[in-house]
């Protein structure tokens, strides 16, 4: 079964660190970007950071300088890391594959909650 499997999350405080992963099939991670998106409550998706297959990295402007992605081809596996976290960075994240065309496969979201 085609399926990304995410880990990491959790509560932290501000100006805390969390490391999220996401781990693909080898067909998935080879062919398409991967990125996360957040939803936080009562907002619009947002996307956070994307990766392609060739390592090129975009961010949104909310996470610059604080939110990196690289991706590991060994291990089919993406990964955010979130440093200097925010109470505004509270969401459920979500990590997914695409394209330009569109996402093809999301993952089952996990909660980031950052509060003292």
């Known amino acids: 079964q085609v399926q990304l499997v995410e880990s990491g999350g959790g509560l932290v405080q501000p100006g805390g660190s969390l490391r999220l992963s996401c781990e693909a099939s080898?067909?998935?991670?080879?062919?398409?970007?991967m990125g996360w998106y957040r939803r936080a409550p009562g907002k619009q998706r947002e996307l956070v950071a994307r990766?392609?297959?060739?390592?090129?990295?975009n961010y949104a402007d909310s996470v610059k300088g604080r939110f990196t992605i690289s991706r590991d081809n060994a291990k089919n596996t993406v990964s955010l890391q979130m440093n200097s976290l925010k109470p505004e960075d509270t969401a459920v994240y979500y990590c997914?594959?695409?394209?330009?065309?569109?996402?093809?496969?999301w993952g089952q979201g996990t909660q980031v909650t950052v509060s003292s």
């Open positions: 990766i392609t297959s060739g390592g090129i990295t």
């Open positions: 080898k067909s998935i991670f080879s062919s398409y970007y």
């Open positions: 997914y594959a695409g394209s330009t065309i569109g996402i093809v496969l």
